[in-house]
């Protein structure tokens, strides 16, 4: 009987242990834990122990199972799905997104310049390092990659839990083109040639520990970049009136 009650006590303690793994950020959203045997030995519990945590955990809705192992869940999925969908339907969303983005992100990035640890930096300094080789290689689609873990990295290092998972839920809508598109935009050398050196700047201003520096650096990456998204759907929308004018004689009668 005593172990009986020591057992649910045990898994509780997984469960809580695991949990906290989410939501510091160490566990991610759509990664696949360890198998359950690799899992008990590192945590040194009991297998069933921690099938029982597990199977907390599934409740809550931070893990799931399937045939390829047990994943964390896209726990956000049910508040930025739907969210996704109503800001796609608007026009002036990206402009509020960029002014969110800019209120938000910069004081992110001042945190992390005052709040980062060791290990941190080094991981911002590699990542900067894969940008400039990205970019050196002409490679867009690794530089836009590097691009979205360079801003991960400094939602991390804030050490604010709440901007660490609103903020990596936004980049994931970032990433399938909710609010412009990524693709076209970085196919573009100048824009590329511009982004690198504004990521290069907060990158280094938050390695220094130079608040106001990074600051001022997101500022201007933001501005820049929200500027530029509307630049190029200006251009884009003159191009496809001037098309639709040359092509009128389709949608005519002789």
Do not use: W
Not at 31 to 53: H, I, Q, Y
Not at 138 to 154: F, M, P, S, Y
Not at 190 to 211: C, P, T
């Amino acid at each position: 009987m005593s172990e009986g009650l020591r057992t649910p006590k045990l898994a509780e303690t997984i469960a809580e242990h695991i949990e906290r793994l989410i939501l510091e950020g160490v566990l991610r959203p759509g990664e696949r834990l360890a198998s359950e045997r690799d899992l008990a030995e590192r945590l040194e519990v009991s297998r069933p122990s921690l099938r029982d945590a597990l199977q907390m955990l599934e409740a809550r809705g931070l893990l799931a199972t399937s045939r390829d192992g047990t994943r964390v869940t896209q726990f956000l999925a049910p508040l930025t799905d739907p969210l996704a969908s109503l800001l796609q339907s608007s026009e002036r969303v990206t402009a509020d997104y960029f002014e969110y983005r800019e209120s938000v992100e910069r004081k992110a990035t001042g945190l992390a310049a005052r709040r980062a640890t060791e290990p941190e930096r080094q991981a911002i300094a590699e990542c900067l390092k894969e940008m400039q080789d990205a970019h050196q290689a002409q490679d867009a689609t690794r530089e836009a990659e590097a691009d979205i873990v360079l801003h991960r990295l400094i939602y991390g290092a804030s050490h604010n839990l709440v901007i660490l998972h609103v903020m990596r839920a936004f980049s994931e809508m970032l990433r399938r083109d909710i609010f412009f598109n990524r693709t076209k935009l970085f196919a573009l050398a100048e824009f590329r040639d511009d982004l690198l050196k504004q990521h290069l700047a907060i990158g280094q201003a938050v390695i220094a520990g130079d608040s106001a520096a990074a600051e001022e650096a997101s500022h201007r990456h933001l501005l820049y970049t929200g500027q530029s998204v509307e630049r190029f759907r200006r251009d884009e929308e003159r191009v496809n009136l001037a098309v639709r004018r040359l092509t009128r004689s389709t949608l005519v009668g002789n």
